[in-house]
Nanobody, 121 residues
Framework: QVQLVESGGGLVQPGGSLRLSCAAS????????MGWYRQAPGKQRELVAT???????KYVDSVKGRFTISRDNAKNTVYLQMNNLKPEDTAVYYC???????????????WGQGTQVTVSS
């Protein structure tokens, strides 16, 4: 019903920047929350940042002040601007969206395929 297409991952040196994008398409009545999660080898998947339809944001402490999540509601797109990247930011980053498909407002959870972010010298 909903597809999340991610882009922007890659290899950067410590201190560098990347901008991730995630565009949602399909049968969408309303997007309630979009967010970014990440999973490094041997670690649990963790929340990085979320943004609501009213632009309320939350961040994991380790990225506070370095990452910024934003959205374009007209394009059903969420962004993650990542500055001053550190090696510990290396992970697969996943886009997540909680959406409704009709005015009944039953909620469904969707995930992107993931995009690799590698921070290394």
């Amino acid at each position: 019903q909903v597809q999340l297409v991610e882009s922007g991952g890659g290899l950067v040196q410590p201190g560098g920047s990347l901008r991730l994008s995630c565009a949602a398409s399909g049968s969408i009545f309303s997007i309630h929350v979009m967010g970014w999660y990440r999973q490094a080898p041997g670690k649990q998947r963790e929340l990085v940042a979320t943004i609501t339809g009213t632009a309320s944001t939350k961040y994991v402490d380790s990225v506070k002040g370095r990452f910024t999540i934003s959205r374009d509601n007209a394009k059903n797109t969420v962004y993650l601007q990542m500055n001053n990247l550190k090696p510990e930011d290396t992970a697969v980053y996943y886009c997540n969206a909680i959406v409704s498909h009709s005015d009944s407002n039953r909620l469904f959870n969707y995930w992107g395929q993931g995009t690799q972010v590698t921070v290394s010298s």
